[in-house]
């Protein structure tokens, strides 16, 4: 890259020394920390420690509490840091013999999107209409995670339109405000686009087995279609956190933690919601 030839020979000391490259992180990640919580991470002699951070120069500093940051050409060694290993985000899930796991969570399909998202496009609009007349059709929609039933009809796709799209929203907010990734907006919409997909088989599955009437209580469910819910929901949170690790190319972890705030944030919006707009669940 040429960022990095374009790095001073002190960058390129410090991104060489593997403890040096996990101190750097890990004040980059922690945004100032003291000597103390520095010895807590890395469990040193004080003579080596200290040996890393003056070999670290002028890549951190100290405030008047003598806390360590990092100056401005350490946050552009710990970006190439980060950048390095988000590169190879990808094969960092790696299912091993379950290895067809990966088809089955579509990442050639999210990795095609990524690669062309204008051509990609089309289809993903196509599926996009299908699942709206879908919802209008059976006049019930996932608000968000839950199927409810609707009326009137027509009001279905509209809802399922704002739902697709808040959880896009919140999506890419999360990834922008911790993670900086704010780069493949398209194509991280039409993978939300394709998640939504066995959300709303499951809504179809419901207004067969209730012949389009619904309980007015969760615990009104028979308790296997409570048991289908929880696995769609599952299936939905697999697909998003492989669509973020290949769409946005980020470490299995980070897009985990994203994942996790995503299905917290529409979860508690979907009661919200639901409560407001007195459907069923």
């Known amino acids: 890259m040429n960022s ?9 000391k410090a991104l060489s020394n593997q403890i040096r490259r996990d101190l750097l992180s890990f004040i980059g990640e922690r945004k100032i920390v003291t000597f103390t919580e520095i010895q807590d991470r890395f469990h040193m002699k004080v003579g080596t420690l200290y040996h890393h951070l003056d070999t670290l120069g002028s890549l951190i500093a100290q405030d008047s509490t003598k806390r360590y940051f990092l100056t ?23 299912y091993g013999k379950f290895a067809f ?22 289809f993903t609009l196509l599926l996009f209409i299908g699942l709206l007349v879908t919802t209008y059709f059976i006049s ?23 739902s697709t799209a808040i959880t896009y929203l919140i999506c890419e907010f999360l990834l922008s405000i911790l993670f900086r990734k704010t780069t493949d907006k398209l194509a991280l919409f039409q ?21 389009f009437t619904f309980p007015t209580s969760l615990f009104d ?61």
């Open 4 to 12: 990095k030839k374009q790095s001073s020979p002190e960058i390129w």
């Open 72 to 94: 401005e050409k350490g946050k552009r060694s710990y970006a190439l840091i980060e950048d390095e290993l988000d590169v190879s985000a990808p094969s960092h899930i790696a």
């Open 101 to 122: 796991l990966h088809v089955i969570f579509l990442r050639p399909i999210f990795r095609f999107i990524k690669n062309d998202s204008i051509r990609s496009l089309g």
């Open 140 to 162: 019930a929609v996932p608000i968000f995670l839950f199927p409810s039933f609707i009326e009137p009809s027509f009001v279905s796709p509209f809802v399922f339109m704002i």
């Open 191 to 211: 993978g939300v686009i394709i998640i939504q997909t066995p959300l709303v088989l499951l809504t179809v599955i419901q207004s067969l087995v209730f012949d």
């Open 221 to 281: 469910l028979d308790v296997w279609f409570i048991i289908l819910i929880f696995i769609v929901q599952l299936i939905f949170v697999a697909l998003l956190l492989e669509s973020i690790v290949v769409i946005k190319e980020i470490r299995f972890e980070k897009a985990g933690v994203t994942a996790l705030f995503v299905v917290f944030i529409i979860n508690a919006l979907s009661f919200i919601i639901m409560n407001l707009l007195e459907v069923s669940i």
